[in-house]
């Protein structure tokens, strides 16, 4: 093994982000959410001394694949994002809905290792080592249970494609990615040591999940599920429900750790709106400067922003599309106008679509 070991010269333990560290970095970015970020920091810390336990150890540690399940909006992609920043390993994001059975338009399933190979610029060392996000894992549930005449191609045959890849195994990879052509060399990828992070929606799993909870209740007391908050409905996710949901069995188990995020409360939401680094409301005072403008939003406007996010449903997203309706008529006319100095957001500029309040730049005589 020394020869590993020279290989891995540049992927040490001294480089080793603790679980807390790791976490602490995502709150960073990410409001709430504690039970995705502890999971993720805790399997990527594993992930790392896996490789390096491996390398040196006879004791062989399975890696542990993550399955994150929650509503849209709540930050999935902006986790997987935010890690791939943190990390310095090879991560690569990556669409589930695009992938197809072998020989059907669309990508095969090996192309999710072509972009991880791009990612590690070409290393073959590197690859096998990466972090690989499959987004939107929900759309390649099965269609219904009853086998129809006209293929899944995008459903239950991309899962089987996908059962040796995540566990494991020797994929050969067009290194431009692509379909395979006979006349072009493939690079071998042993997919043993990547981490796959999966994440999807699963639009409609409560229900799932609330009827198991239930039990076959009929007639009189179906209202009886209310006493179950959808808002804490999938932290009792189980495998069971997944299943139930149209994946394959063998599927889910090699995704080992199910984690969920919750739906955003308001306080979240407004936490979101002015908290993270990248904050909505600091990407509108950036824009804003470029013409020596201070953009100020008074309380009660945010607050407003955020009740109407609530009714939207769309998490965080709900956010970006208000602020862009509010903002849209002001940030036509503001830049033509060059003794603005400040801009103030009220709440009226939202529910009486009027202007905001304005203060120009004293005349120098």
Known sequence: ATNHKNKNSDFSSKQLLKPKEIKAELDKYIID??????????AVYNHYKRILNNISSDVNIDKSNILLVGPTGTGKTLLAKTLASILQIPFAIVDATVLTEAGYVG???ENVLVRLYHEANY???KT?????????????ARKNSNPSITRDVSGEGVQQSLLKIIEGTVANIPPQGGRKHPEQPLVKVDTSNILF??????????????RRIKGGGIGFDRESTSSINKYATLSHIKVEDIIKYGFLPELVGRLPIISYLNYLNPEALYRILIEPI????NQYTELFKFDNVKLIFKED??????ELAV??????RALRSILEEVMIDIMYELPSDKNVECCTITKEVITEKSSPEITFYKKTA
Not at 128 to 137: M, V
Not at 278 to 281: K, P, Q, R, W
């Open 33 to 42: 959410q504690n039970h995705a970020k502890k999971t993720l920091s805790v």
């Open 107 to 109: 990508e095969d399933v």
């Open 123 to 125: 290393d073959l060392d």
């Open 128 to 140: 096998q080592r990466g972090i690989i996000y499959i987004d939107e894992i929900d759309k390649i």
């Open 197 to 210: 992070i999966c994440g999807g929606t699963f639009d409609g799993i409560e229900d799932v999940i609330g």
């Open 278 to 281: 990248n904050s909505l409301i």
């Open 301 to 306: 406007a945010l607050k407003y922003i955020v």
């Open 311 to 316: 009714k939207r449903r769309t998490g965080a």
